[in-house]
Nanobody, 121 residues
């Protein structure tokens, strides 16, 4: 009963910017970790950035100087600001969240359907 919906993917020229959003809805008791993953054609799915309550976000090396992950817990929404986009950033970007749906349920992983980011002239 938990749904993650991404938005913001688009076609953009090299050097451009995009802001991705992911909103969680449904039976949510507590959201723990939220993150962004991506999968490019011919490649495996890889971590882009992970947001936890422990401290600083965890970024993949390629994202450290260009991307910023943030979250609005009141809105159950995760963001990814992507600047100076490169053709190699072209991929389907997926939202991830670990969610507890009640005080007596186990924590489970949920994934969004993905949003396409294409960086090309």
């Amino acid at each position: 009963q938990v749904q993650l919906v991404e938005s913001g993917g688009d076609l953009v020229q090299p050097g451009g910017s995009l802001r991705l959003s992911c909103t969680a809805s449904g039976s949510i008791f507590t959201i723990y970790n939220m993150g962004w993953y991506r999968q490019a054609p011919g490649n495996q799915r890889e971590l882009v950035a992970l947001s936890t309550s422990r401290g600083n976000p965890n970024y993949a090396e390629f994202a450290k100087d260009r991307f910023t992950i943030s979250r609005d817990n009141a809105k159950n929404t995760l963001y990814l600001q992507m600047n100076n986009l490169k053709p190699e950033d072209t991929a389907v970007y997926y939202c991830y969240a670990s969610v507890r749906t009640s005080s007596v349920s186990a924590t489970r992983a949920y994934w969004g359907q993905g949003t396409q980011v294409t960086v090309s002239s």
